[in-house]
């Protein structure tokens, strides 16, 4: 136990520090891959929608089983091998799977190309992090696009790998990683992936939904510590009215925390793929959105991730405490 917590506390200041260095191989993109592998080959339109929910679980076999497999071998050797480099290993993994620097930097590009005053620039910099299309976003649209995906993937970048990586180590933090990604990738609910993905989306949403509450209340205590720039009993109030005004049952968790604590109204219409997506609208337009509300959404964040954290290897060292 004292080696997964030393593993866990290691990868979360490395994920701070580096983040995700596009120079090295990242086991996500390798699972990406295979995802994409077995789409190609199995999704098939003059398959009956049945067969291809069929097919979908199968990838969602493949793509939790083989992956955690590898994990499992690789941690199993390292630990073998030498304490130290079980640790190593494990930490390095730990890095891999957590999204906060990331999600930081990625966000800070769009926050930054304001200071040129190119909109198509601030366009191509937050398309690189959003799913929507952002050719007719305005200014205002850009930031509140930026700060929503902040939100949301405080939660699934961050705090739900972190609580699965805390509670089963890299394995079950590789098999959440997976899982996200497969809904990432195939959980949409077009034509051309609604059958083949509905395992997918279904799994994610089950790991999803205790962690994302979680999020949301480590958020709304976030926003409290930080206090001044964010309005925590707001945060409270939207989060109680909008927390499920989103065909997900977990993305508007977070999303409505941090309207709340920002002041601002998030989600409302959008397109995808060239079509038009009416969704309702979350939290109220207190004030105009401004790019400093990429910084503070980066705030809360930061914060909420790093208060799970410290709660996380408090309750570990706790756990060790009693059964030693």
């Known amino acids: 136990?004292?080696?997964?917590?030393?593993?866990?506390?290691?990868?979360?200041?490395?994920?701070?520090?580096?983040?995700?260095?596009?120079?090295?191989?990242?086991?996500?993109?390798?699972?990406?891959?295979?995802?994409?592998?077995?789409?190609?080959?199995?999704?098939?339109?003059?398959?009956?929608?049945?067969?291809?929910?069929?097919?979908g679980l199968l990838i969602v076999i493949v793509t939790v089983l083989l992956p955690a497999l590898v994990t499992a071998v690789l941690m199993i050797?390292?630990?073998?091998?030498?304490?130290?480099?079980?640790?190593?290993?494990?930490?390095?993994?730990?890095?891999?799977?957590?999204?906060?620097?990331?999600?930081?930097?990625?966000?800070?590009?769009?926050y930054k190309s304001f200071d040129t005053d190119d909109i198509d620039a601030s366009r191509k910099a937050v398309s690189m992090i959003v799913g929507r299309d952002t050719a007719a976003l305005d200014k205002a649209g850009i930031i509140r696009a930026t700060v929503e995906t902040v939100a949301e993937n405080a939660s699934d970048g961050v705090i739900a790998p972190l609580f699965y990586l805390a509670v089963g180590g890299p394995v079950l933090g590789i098999i959440y990683k997976s899982v996200n990604t497969m809904d990432s990738m195939i959980g949409y609910k077009d034509k051309k992936y609604k059958d083949i993905g509905f395992f997918a989306a279904k799994l994610d949403d089950i790991l999803n939904f205790f962690p994302a509450r979680l999020s949301a209340v480590m958020m709304i205590t976030a926003a409290f510590i930080l206090g001044r720039d964010f309005d925590g009993a707001s945060a409270i109030k939207i989060y109680r009215r909008d927390r499920y005004k989103h065909a997900s049952p977990n993305s508007a968790q977070c999303e409505s925390v941090c309207a709340g604590a920002l002041g601002l109204r998030l989600a409302g219409p959008a397109s995808y793929f060239g079509k038009r997506v009416d969704k309702p609208y979350i939290g109220d337009a207190v004030k105009e959105a401004e790019p400093a509300d990429i910084i503070r959404a980066n705030r809360l964040m930061i914060v909420s991730a790093t208060a799970t954290f410290t709660v996380f290897e408090a309750l570990l060292w706790l756990i060790t405490f009693v059964i030693k």
């Open 77 to 110: 050797a390292a630990y073998r091998i030498h304490v130290i480099a079980g640790v190593v290993t494990e930490a390095v993994i730990t890095c891999y799977m957590l999204a906060c620097r990331s999600l930081y930097n990625e966000s800070m590009k769009v």
């Open 1 to 55: 136990m004292y080696y997964h917590m030393s593993a866990l506390a290691l990868g979360w200041i490395l994920d701070l520090i580096i983040g995700d260095p596009y120079c090295v191989p990242h086991p996500i993109r390798w699972i990406g891959r295979l995802i994409g592998f077995l789409e190609k080959h199995l999704n098939d339109s003059e398959v009956s929608p049945k067969r291809l929910k069929l097919r």
